[in-house]
């Protein structure tokens, strides 16, 4: 259970005063002190003990102007360690900053750790974690009301002993433009298009989770987590135009792990209101060897990461329409129209009639035509049904 | 001939020669604005061959404003004097006799007739003082300022040494005491200055003496001594009404260059009501952060930092009472009812040993002890809140009583706006004041205060927060003697607070905590001689606290029950001080107070490994211990020690030095003082802070004390300063010592500040500067912050600027402006960005490497008040003006969230824009 202000949304929900005065306010602002390259190692991932992959991210931090995404620490070597015996278990590079073991063989009664050392001689190493099994997932529920629709997770340990949970989800949904064409514009000229599948008319949306779910029933007589809240989806949201699923990871996390998480969370996610924390330095239990000084970002955990996928239809939460302002116009299939509606304005061809005196194309925007305008990707996933 | 008889012949011939005048029929021209009556004299002499007999003593606040052409001097005169007590006539040689209306005295003052001859002699003429034309008084206090009173039993000679005179001075129109009076022998340092209840004490040596009564806000008064031995004398004085003809603001307030006391800030409340503040309500905080030395976290906190202490570090009195939150609606709005108070005094440097048990400074405000002689309300309506306060005697001269109550209507405005966020909102609050003051006989009085507030919101979420402060202390004063005075006081202080929730009903619950404190103290105060003034006396405060208590609210909360044990402690002090006036230039303070402290039980206390932080981990064993076991002593001496050296009558230095100790902590990771912190007694574990301070300031008035100006430096050692560990859990914490660590701090700074009293003009301007630093470098605590170096507290601000002006066009207009500025508080930045678990996460640099932009704000307001008529029913005010006036966005804090994955940064700001406010307020 967590006891925590909600999140203010805009200024105005921030103090009473700002209500009733609109006077609060909250800008973009980014400090200017925030100059000095802090490059440090970012351990991402998690030692799997169920029947699955284990892969650990390296990559490096960057600063908070720097707009290029991504630095992958190359050419590692990516070690996990069995407690008591030294056994090895080594992570091969697979690119990208990825380094993969298909299955670990991990002894629920022992401890594992993991050791890095980088191109440059680096050398890190975890604490030794214990292997948290975590019960299934009992559902993934949801409700709706006039807000929208809230997808929960139920799960329960009858044993009381996973306490610490955190949660990650991919959602994919379908999606579709507001026509489907039997046209496209492409290098000047418009074009029939023959495979009606291939008419950027559905697309497919994925996306991973971004806040940190964490959840304790620490506080509970029982471990029974009943309806945490994972994802809210707006009213008449594009997630549930036509088709919604989510797949849920749970882990089990260790009462420290919780705490990394948690501090995470308020470091990032929680700042900013008024009776807000501060936010605070925090280390996790990846450390410098080679300079005890120089801070680690990541934690490891060994957990099973158990899952649980849903579909939503778009008829199970009725009425539901997403709004679009979509109009058609037409456009005579001369090359000077052509050339000015699809060229230049930006139109899209649907289909065509062809009435006196001529032919002409029925058109619309882009977004209404063309689906992956707001997303996504016309291959549909192979778990789609 | 006896003195008597002198006296009225005296009378008879100035009667006389009032009959006999006659006019000259010169005719001039005059100009004056605002002059005094010696300039118009002056003028008046040169382009006449009148002179003039007058008494000065009597014109020291008449001001003559006056536009003729041509006119013969008596039309002048009477137009001058028209409407006033003054009296004048002219004789056949051209001399003018000014004087006031004409008494008779049963007693010639000594002296009288080796001065008779003199002009001067006038001042034993038996003419009162009375400026204010349009006040209706009764003759028999207008005669007390000429008349000699005699104290003591009169012996056949004058003995030869000092006797002591005390007496409370009292406002004339009310029967309420005047606190922090100045009583004082003019041209001589002896003076004292009224305790709270205006009672003085004041050993003078024996004979004759001319006593001086000053106070903001109240006529000058003067009272003629015979001191035979010791005794008593009451004094009246009067609410200073000024005329409409003539202006003066007088108010001689020397105590600033004259007290021992260092580091003293006083403000009516007078002066409160002109500072403009947010909501159009007096605002005893904010008046509090204007003050040199004084800063708060941010806009929407009362919380507030004296010279580099935390706010949980602020001992805050109300009649003696400890207000745990000073704050209502998210710190919107003080505590305290601006109608009931009567001042508000701010020790921070050297606090009175009579206090104890906060670091850094005592807030004493004190209410007003309501109106003696009828019935009396004040309220007001602003867009907030609106208040009403009545006051008036229950039993004639006897029992007076002050009641009033306060609330908002936010809530109602809140369902009216048509917007869901708000309607799911809920911010209210209320408070309510009661005091009664009861007079036994003159030996004897009883005081009883009463508050109690309560505040609950809920901001577009499921929960909701409350609070409530219950306060009430029961003073009785006995007078032993002359010499000697005891006041006994007991109390009950409470501040309770409650989140709840039961939106989810598998997780519905109820958070409590509480702290309740029992309070019963012995004050003394003896007058052992002309050079010494002892204080002393014993306090006793037994703490209860329920830290914590976590319930399931109804039959499907799965929430088990969790209750932090109650915790108790018993703080024990004895103090003494003695005021020691070396010499007329000298003058020493010297305090000592033992406090201790004990921990009982009922509780389980933990032990930790040696040298190992403390974690949960590392905890051997746990000891239980039975209810009412001593589980542990702490205690020591603190020392209060000022001293005052007067350069010349109008400048001084001071010097303090004071240590001071602090059992009971609040513990907070946010920056201001919020309703969910945790107030923790000092245990096995956790130690009592310490504090120690050297001030040195140098004091200097100008044109006669109506500017002070001042410049304190001080230096200050913070010991076991509690900060909280990196990722705290302070809530429902069952071992608060694994997540707190105890800091090193030191503060300094320099203080300036330039002060005008009266006048048209009058205000102040303050400037410190200040820095507080905190320091945690020892590994076996837990993690060292910021690699073991000092860091800024969260509300270290260096420059801070606070001007505070008031220009009064009229009697019925003014207007007010202040000007803030200060450096940005520190914050910790993000300095790094790192992808983890599908999203960016940050970094953050150094606790509290980098700092929010600059403060600055300017507030306006101005006051139209009613017809000045004395008697009229009810009299009312209208006050509008602009509070941040150029609507800079101040930041209250930045902060950085990841939104979508993506890491962006905000500036927050309270008030983002000019706010308009207009209050009406009203008085019968």
């Given at each position: 259970m967590e006891m925590k202000m909600s999140k203010s949304k805009t200024c105005k929900s921030i103090l009473l005063a700002a209500f009733i005065l609109g006077a609060g306010c909250k800008e973009r602002y980014i400090p200017k002190e925030i100059a000095t390259n802090y490059s440090y190692l970012v351990v991402d991932g998690f030692l799997n003990a169920g029947n699955d992959t284990t892969t650990i991210t390296l990559t490096?931090?960057?600063?908070?102007?720097?707009?290029?995404?991504?630095?992958?620490?190359?050419?590692?070597?990516?070690?996990?360690?069995?407690?008591?015996?030294?056994?090895?278990?080594?992570?091969?590079?697979?690119?990208?900053?990825?380094?993969?073991?298909?299955?670990?063989?991990?002894?629920?009664?022992?401890?594992?750790?993991?050791?890095?050392?980088?191109?440059?001689?680096?050398?890190?190493?975890?604490?030794?974690?214990?292997?948290?099994?975590?019960?299934?997932?009992?559902?993934?529920?949801?409700?709706?009301?006039?807000?929208?629709?809230?997808?929960?997770?139920?799960?329960?340990?009858?044993?009381?002993?996973?306490?610490?949970?955190?949660?990650?989800?991919?959602?994919?949904?379908?999606?579709?433009?507001?026509?489907?064409?039997?046209?496209?514009?492409?290098?000047?000229?418009?074009?029939?298009?023959?495979?009606?599948?291939?008419?950027?008319?559905?697309?497919?949306?994925?996306?991973?989770?971004?806040?940190?779910?964490?959840?304790?029933?620490?506080?509970?007589?029982?471990?029974?987590?009943?309806?945490?809240?994972?994802?809210?989806?707006?009213?008449?949201?594009?997630?549930?135009?036509?088709?919604?699923?989510?797949?849920?990871?749970?882990?089990?996390?260790?009462?420290?792990?919780?705490?990394?998480?948690?501090?995470?969370?308020?470091?990032?996610?929680?700042?900013g209101s008024i009776f807000g924390p501060?936010?605070?330095?925090?280390?996790?239990?990846?450390?410098?060897?080679?300079?005890?000084?120089?801070?680690?970002?990541?934690?490891?955990?060994?957990?099973?990461?158990?899952?649980?996928?849903?579909?939503?239809n778009n008829n199970e939460v009725l009425p539901w329409q997403y709004p679009r302002n979509c109009q058609t116009i037409t456009v005579d299939a001369i090359p000077d129209s052509i050339q000015w509606y699809f060229g230049m304005l930006g139109y899209s061809p649907i289909d065509s009639v062809t009435a006196p005196p001529g032919k002409k194309y029925n058109a619309s925007q882009k977004p209404c035509v063309y689906c992956t305008f707001t997303g996504g990707t016309t291959t549909k996933p192979s778990f789609w049904p | 001939m006896n003195p008597v008889r002198k006296n009225i012949l005296f009378i008879f011939f100035a009667v006389l020669v009032c009959a006999k005048g006659f006019s000259q029929e010169k005719l001039i021209s005059v100009s004056f604005d605002q002059s005094t009556f010696e300039d118009v004299v002056k003028d008046l002499e040169s382009k006449t061959d009148f002179h003039f007999y007058y008494d000065p003593i009597q014109f020291d606040s008449f001001q003559v404003s006056i536009h003729v052409v041509d006119k013969s001097v008596p039309y002048i005169l009477k137009q001058i004097f028209q409407g006033t007590d003054y009296r004048f006539s002219i004789d056949s040689h051209d001399r003018i006799y000014v004087v006031k209306r004409l008494e008779i005295l049963t007693t010639l003052p000594p002296g009288f007739f080796d001065k008779r001859s003199r002009k001067d002699s006038l001042a034993y003429a038996n003419i009162t003082a009375d400026t204010s034309g349009e006040t209706d008084k009764p003759t028999n206090t207008a005669t007390s300022e000429n008349k000699l009173y005699e104290i003591g039993i009169k012996g056949l000679q004058t003995k030869p040494g000092s006797a002591i005179i005390t007496g409370y001075v009292k406002d004339s129109k009310n029967g309420e005491p005047i606190i922090g009076a100045a009583v004082y022998v003019e041209n001589t340092k002896t003076g004292t200055v009224t305790d709270q209840f205006g009672y003085f004490t004041l050993t003078l040596s024996r004979g004759r003496h001319q006593l001086k009564i000053t106070s903001v806000g109240m006529k000058d008064a003067r009272r003629q001594i015979m001191l035979y031995s010791d005794g008593k004398l009451n004094i009246e004085m009067f609410d200073f009404i000024p005329s409409l003809k003539a202006i003066v603001v007088v108010a001689e307030k020397a105590s600033n260059v004259k007290g021992v006391q260092m580091g003293l800030e006083k403000v009516s409340i007078r002066t409160i009501k002109q500072v403009p503040v947010v909501f159009g309500e007096a605002d005893v905080l904010r008046v509090v952060l204007t003050l040199p030395g004084v800063t708060s976290v941010g806009e929407a906190s009362t919380g507030f930092n004296v010279r580099g202490g935390a706010a949980d570090q602020n001992l805050i009195l109300f009649n003696d009472a400890t207000v745990y939150n000073p704050s209502h609606l998210f710190g919107f709005f003080s505590a305290f009812n601006p109608d009931c108070v009567q001042d508000i005094e701010l020790y921070k440097s050297s606090i009175p040993e009579k206090y104890g048990g906060r670091l850094s400074s005592v807030l004493d405000v004190t209410t007003r002890n309501g109106n003696k002689k009828k019935i009396a309300g004040t309220g007001g309506i602003g867009p907030l809140t609106g208040r009403f306060t009545l006051e008036g005697p229950i039993w004639k001269d006897r029992t007076t009583f002050v009641i009033g109550a306060?609330?908002?209507?936010?809530?109602?405005?809140?369902?009216?706006?048509?917007?869901?966020?708000?309607?799911?909102?809920?911010?209210?609050?209320?408070?309510?004041?009661?005091?009664?003051?009861?007079?036994?006989?003159?030996?004897?009085?009883?005081?009883?205060?009463?508050?109690?507030?309560?505040?609950?919101?809920?901001?577009?979420?499921d929960t909701t927060y409350g609070y409530s402060n219950r306060n009430l202390s029961i003073k009785w004063k006995h007078i032993f003697n002359s010499k000697f005075y005891g006041i006994a006081t007991t109390g009950i202080d409470n501040y309770q607070y409650d989140v709840s929730s039961s939106a989810n009903p598998v997780n519905a619950f109820d958070l409590k905590f509480k702290i309740s404190q029992y309070n019963a103290r012995f004050d003394f105060s003896y007058a052992a001689s002309a050079k010494h003034s002892?204080?002393?006396?014993?306090?006793?405060?037994?703490?209860?606290?329920?830290?914590?208590?976590?319930?399931?609210?109804?039959d499907k909360s799965l929430v088990t029950p969790d209750i932090v044990q109650p915790e108790q402690g018993l703080e024990t002090a004895v103090y003494v001080g003695d005021k020691f006036d070396i010499s007329s230039k000298l003058s020493i303070n010297i305090g000592l107070r033992y406090s201790m402290f004990n921990y009982i039980g009922p509780h389980d206390v933990n032990s930790y490994a040696e040298g190992l932080p403390k974690e949960e981990s590392n905890i051997t064993d746990t000891t239980h211990y039975n209810k009412g076991n001593v589980i542990n002593t702490y205690r020591g001496p603190e020392y209060r020690v000022s001293a005052r050296f007067a350069i010349n009558d109008v400048s001084s230095i001071k010097a303090s030095y004071n240590t001071t100790r602090q059992y009971i902590h609040s513990i907070s990771n946010t920056a201001s003082i919020s309703p969910t912190d945790i107030w923790k007694l000092s245990d096995?574990?956790?130690?009592?802070?310490?504090?120690?301070?050297?001030?040195?300031?140098?004091?200097?008035?100008?044109?006669?004390?109506?500017?002070?100006?001042?410049?304190?430096?001080?230096?200050?050692?913070?010991?076991?300063?509690?900060?909280?560990?990196?990722?705290?859990?302070?809530?429902?914490?069952?071992?608060?010592?694994?997540?707190?660590?105890?800091?090193?701090?030191?503060?300094?700074?320099i203080e300036f500040l330039l002060k005008r009293t009266t006048g048209k003009l009058n205000g102040w301007i303050s400037y410190a500067y200040s820095r507080t630093e905190l320091k945690m470098d020892d590994p076996s605590v837990g993690p060292v912050i910021n690699h073991g170096n000092y860091y800024p507290a969260n509300y270290d601000k260096p420059n801070n600027l606070n001007v505070i002006a008031n220009y009064r066009f009229t009697h019925r207009f003014s207007m007010s402006m202040n000007v803030v500025y200060s450096t940005g508080r520190p914050i910790t930045l993000p300095v790094a960005v790192f992808d983890l678990a599908g999203a960016q996460r940050l970094y953050y640099s150094d606790r509290n490497a980098y700092r929010i932009p600059d403060y600055f704000r300017m507030d306006f307001s101005m006051t139209l008040e009613g017809n000045h008529k004395v008697k009229q029913w009810l009299h009312s005010s209208w006050s509008a003006g602009v509070y941040n006036l150029s609507g800079r966005k101040n930041p209250y804090s930045i902060y950085f969230v990841q939104e979508n994955g993506v890491i962006h940064g905000y500036k927050l700001s309270i008030f983002g824009t000019a706010i308009p406010f207009i209050t009406y307020n009203f008085k019968f």
């Open positions: 490096r931090s960057k600063t908070l102007e720097d707009k290029n995404s991504f630095y992958p620490e190359l050419s590692a070597q990516v070690r996990v360690e069995e407690e008591g015996s030294g056994n090895m278990f080594t992570l091969d590079e697979i690119g990208n900053g990825k380094y993969q073991v298909p299955l670990l063989p991990l002894n629920p009664s022992r401890k594992y750790r993991l050791n890095i050392r980088i191109s440059n001689g680096g050398v890190y190493q975890s604490d030794f974690v214990v292997v948290k099994n975590s019960p299934p997932i009992d559902s993934i529920s949801w409700d709706q009301n006039e807000e929208g629709v809230t997808i929960y997770a139920n799960t329960h340990d009858p044993q009381d002993s996973s306490r610490y949970y955190r949660f990650e989800y991919t959602e994919t949904w379908e999606h579709h433009a507001e026509y489907s064409a039997l046209y496209d514009y492409k290098n000047g000229a418009v074009v029939y298009i023959a495979d009606p599948d291939s008419n950027h008319y559905k697309c497919w949306t994925t996306q991973r989770s971004t806040d940190i779910l964490l959840a304790s029933t620490a506080r509970l007589d029982k471990d029974v987590l009943y309806k945490f809240p994972l994802r809210k989806i707006l009213r008449n949201a594009e997630e549930i135009s036509v088709k919604y699923s989510t797949i849920v990871t749970q882990y089990v996390l260790t009462e420290d792990g919780y705490q990394y998480w948690n501090l995470l969370k308020k470091n990032t996610e929680e700042l501060q936010p605070s330095q925090q280390t996790g239990n990846i450390h410098c060897i080679s300079n005890p000084e120089e801070p680690v970002m990541g934690y490891l955990s060994a957990t099973t990461g158990l899952k649980k996928r849903i579909y939503i | 306060r609330t908002s209507y936010s809530n109602w405005i809140l369902r009216n706006l048509h917007n869901d966020e708000f309607n799911k909102s809920k911010a209210s609050f209320y408070d309510a004041n009661l005091h009664i003051s009861h007079e036994f006989n003159s030996k004897n009085n009883l005081y009883i205060t009463g508050y109690i507030s309560k505040d609950q919101f809920k901001l577009n979420s002892l204080d002393f006396g014993v306090t006793s405060v037994l703490y209860k606290l329920d830290p914590g208590s976590l319930n399931p609210v109804g096995p574990n956790i130690k009592p802070q310490l504090g120690e301070q050297i001030s040195l300031g140098y004091y200097h008035n100008f044109r006669s004390n109506t500017i002070e100006t001042s410049v304190e430096v001080y230096y200050k050692n913070i010991d076991n300063y509690l900060d909280y560990k990196s990722g705290a859990t302070l809530i429902l914490n069952h071992h608060l010592e694994t997540d707190v660590m105890n800091t090193k701090g030191r503060a300094y700074g």
